[in-house]
């Protein structure tokens, strides 16, 4: 696979799934528990030949280049889409210049505060359930920029409540 094949999905994503997923499969890997993993920098950086520094950076959030993102991969049997969350992704760009594209500042301003918001006061949602339902709400904003907001909210509730997938969530709201 040359690296004009392979796409980062969602960039933001990325940056926050390649740490925990490398972080999983090197603890796994390197025999390390959950609790003490003291030292697994280390052996990614050697079985790698990479930096200490490289992989600290990595564990930051910075998403390393194809060549070397195929070698983890390789290393840790598994994919380069896996390692950078491709698989379960929420579509979209990110960035506020493209979402200021297709929905006014304020408004975008207002959906994300009330889905901040909803985020706070929420049990038992996962972090893909909630990306995907702000997608979703920033999705039919786009479409209806007249929304109001008693209107933004009650979507956000309903999608927080039904999910992805459209099944209910127990115990999803406060």
Known sequence: MGSEEFRVANKEWAKREFPKRLLRLAIEKHGYSEDDHYGVNKDIAELLGVSRSAVTRWMGGVVPGIENLMAIADAYETTPAHLVGNDDAPPGQFSLSALEESIPRPLLIHVLT?????????TNLTDAWFAEATVRLLELVSQKPEMSPQEIMGHAYELLKKGPAGEEKNGSQS
């Open 114 to 122: 009330v889905m901040s918001e909803l985020r706070t006061n929420a």
